[in-house]
């Protein structure tokens, strides 16, 4: 992935806080070795928020598991990632309990269970301060009630002694965001975080992190299938299929250009209000088997556009213009 | 009953009062919910006067252990001599016997408790967590133990160190440590595929804070359930150790050769039976009683 480093990202100066640079995941199972990320590199700059879309099982989540050291014990990363400008990939137990939650911090997918059901509320925010800055149990009471209060907790004093089954799905969701920000880290990774939420308690939840793109200088990194999300929230987004980036833009440049025919095709899926159709379009095909990867493009079993080149030889990730990287052999988007 | 009540209407404002100023814990939150279970209160409050009539028991009484009265030989309850709880075939006061009986039994049954649930609660926790080669061999180990019948061990032990009370502890703690950390192992395993424990990593905490605070706390409930079963089985356990003459020795007495005395002289005299056996049977349903009320007050969303 050479042509990544060349890459001109809109920066806001200054060295990216997360470099990731050609990172890949094996997982060795009883069918064989599983390729689930293949060379990803991307740079996030402070204040950055970057989305990375794809399906069930395109390593989107992987990616960032592994980053944070959270692979399953059957996991393998190789490649590059610095945090800082320091390495952390397959660093020691030691060096990642000091960075993560303290400098790296995830919110999960799951509100319901993200939570121990046995402690209160309150004790589960203070552990993190108490753990990573040595605060006193009343510095760190006073620090989470603060940040109880930044993600739009009511009576927080009031919450801060109940327990997780005590709350609703989406306050959840926003006390582990709050838990999450406590060390106000450099890079917060949300792992489709309003995917078990309902539609109208996801908006507060997308207000609530687009106020903390716009107002900290916290870089985000935001997991999701939802374009809608993207859209609304994201500077540069990242497209992956089977493991690999197929396209990488900034998002204005992706959603009036997108270059690869499976962007385009993951658009085309969106519902529109403001379209007249009768039914919702889908992509035709399923993921490929991550196990058996054809030798080709991964996507030409349902590319529409697919031709002979693309069935034998796989397209690198190359710059189509400024700023906007695709892996497709298709030169001009028709 | 109105003194209970006010007394326990006292208890939470004080936990109440408590709870605001200092931090609050789930064991504070847990007593709290405990003292307002009525059967669970009870049982403490039984079990507390007995534990205090076998401290003080064997003292009220003009009686001693060692005494024999040749003109007192089974003799049912009275007050005649100060023989409350009557005598057995030997002419031994049963009131003093029975009290002492009830130390014995009391401390083989928490204090080898208390020991299985030390080894057994770390030793599972620990296997279940790390999981792997080192459950393995941790695992293996305590079926080798396991395999190692109770009997033989605590003869080699007697064999070995002569008749000790203390023996007694040791050999039960040995082996009841074994299905504790088999339970707590079971738990374990399913309690670390949730994902607070994951969030828990990705927030930086250690492996050892992990099952410490966010793994043994969510298993408590049924190992305290287990613990309660554990006790009375200690407690009938030391009882046939002392049966076959490998427990506790004339004129040391407990619960368990009270009752299988009485068993053999139930014709002649009924008491020498039914008062063991029901201050036995008494502190089994507390301690039943009370686990039922721990697992249900260490559960938050229980109530």
Same mark, same amino acid.
Do not use: W
């Given at each position: 992935m050479s042509g990544t480093s060349a890459r001109p990202m809109?920066?806001? &100066? &200054?060295?990216?806080v997360l470099q990731c640079r050609d990172l890949s995941v094996h997982f060795k199972t009883g069918e064989g070795r599983i390729s689930?990320?293949?060379?990803v590199s991307f740079d996030l700059h402070r204040g950055q928020c970057l989305g990375v879309v794809g399906e069930s099982g395109s390593g989107k989540s992987q990616t960032f598991l592994a980053i944070l050291g959270l *692979?399953? %014990?059957n996991g393998h990363a190789t490649g590059s990632v610095m945090l800082n400008g320091e390495e952390i990939l397959n660093t020691t137990r030691r060096k990642l309990d000091a960075i993560r939650g303290e400098k790296l911090a995830i919110v999960f997918?799951? %509100?319901?269970?993200? *939570?121990?059901? #046995?402690?209160r509320i309150g004790d589960q925010l203070c552990e993190v301060l108490t753990q #990573?800055?040595?605060?006193?149990r009343s510095q760190a009471r006073t620090r989470a009630m603060e940040m109880l209060e930044l993600v739009r907790i009511p009576e927080p004093a009031r919450r801060f002694?109940?327990?997780?089954?005590?709350?609703s799905g989406g306050m959840r969701q926003r006390v582990m965001i709050a838990q999450a920000l406590l060390c106000q880290p450099d890079v917060l990774i949300a792992?489709?975080?309003?995917?078990?939420?309902d539609v109208t308690v996801q908006a507060q939840i997308l207000k609530l992190f687009k106020g903390l793109a716009d107002h900290t200088d916290t870089a985000l990194v935001m997991i999701t299938h939802d374009l809608g999300v993207v859209a609304g929230l994201c500077d540069e987004v990242m497209v992956m299929y089977a493991g690999r980036a197929i396209e990488q833009a900034s998002v204005d440049s992706l959603f009036y250009?997108?270059? #690869?025919p499976y962007t385009r095709g993951l658009l085309a899926c969106m519902p529109r209000a403001d379209r007249d159709s009768e039914s919702l379009t889908a992509i035709p095909g399923q993921p490929p088997d991550l196990s058996e990867l054809p030798?080709?493009?991964?996507?030409a079993p349902r590319c &529409?556009?697919?031709?002979d080149r693309c069935l034998i030889e796989r397209p690198s990730l190359?710059?189509?213009?400024?700023g906007h990287l695709k892996a497709c052999h298709l030169e001009n988007a028709p | 009953m109105g003194f209970l009540s006010k007394r326990r209407d006292q208890q939470l404002a004080a936990m109440q009062a408590a709870g605001r100023t200092v931090g609050r814990s789930l064991w504070q939150d847990a007593l709290r919910r405990f003292v307002t279970n009525r059967a669970a209160m009870g049982s403490v409050f039984v079990l507390l006067f007995i534990s205090l009539l076998a401290i003080v028991g064997p003292l009220i009484s003009?009686?001693? !252990?060692e005494d024999f009265y040749w003109e007192y030989? !089974?003799?049912?309850?009275?007050?005649e001599n100060a023989h409350w709880f009557g005598t057995d075939a030997n002419g031994r006061d049963m009131f003093v016997r029975t009290f002492h009986g009830a130390r014995i039994s009391l401390t083989i049954g928490i204090m080898t408790t208390a020991v299985a649930l030390l080894i057994g609660v770390t030793w599972g926790s620990v296997a279940g967590y790390f999981g792997g080669r080192i459950d393995n061999i941790m695992m293996r180990f305590v079926d080798v133990l396991y395999a190692l019948p109770l009997l033989f061990f605590i003869i080699i032990l007697v064999t070995v160190f002569?008749?000790?009370i203390y023996l007694v502890f040791i050999g039960i703690g040995a082996v009841e440590w074994l299905t504790m950390s088999r339970i707590v192992r079971g738990q374990t395993l399913s309690v670390k595929q949730k994902e607070y424990v994951e969030a828990a990593r990705a927030l930086g905490l250690s492996n050892l804070q992990i099952v410490r605070r966010h793994v043994v706390p969510n298993i408590i409930g049924p190992v305290i359930v287990f613990v309660t079963l554990l006790i009375p089985t200690t407690i009938l356990v030391e009882s046939y150790l002392s049966f076959l003459g490998l427990g506790v020795q004339e004129p040391m007495t407990s619960w368990g050769v009270l009752i299988s005395q009485g068993a053999s002289s139930i014709d002649t005299g009924p008491w020498l039976l039914v008062i063991p056996g029901t201050f036995l049977a008494v502190t089994l349903f507390c301690f039943n009683f009370i686990g039922d009320g721990l697992r249900d007050a260490l559960d938050p969303e229980g109530r």
């Open positions: 809109r920066t806001q &100066g &200054g060295e990216a689930a990320v293949n060379g *692979l399953a %014990s997918q799951d %509100s319901i269970t993200g *939570l121990t059901p #046995h402690k #990573h800055r040595g605060m006193t002694r109940m327990y997780p089954h005590e709350f792992d489709e975080p309003t995917t078990a939420l250009d997108p270059r #690869h030798p080709g493009c991964a996507y &529409g556009q697919a031709f190359d710059m189509a213009v400024e | 003009p009686h001693s !252990l030989i !089974l003799v049912p309850p009275t007050f002569g008749r000790n």
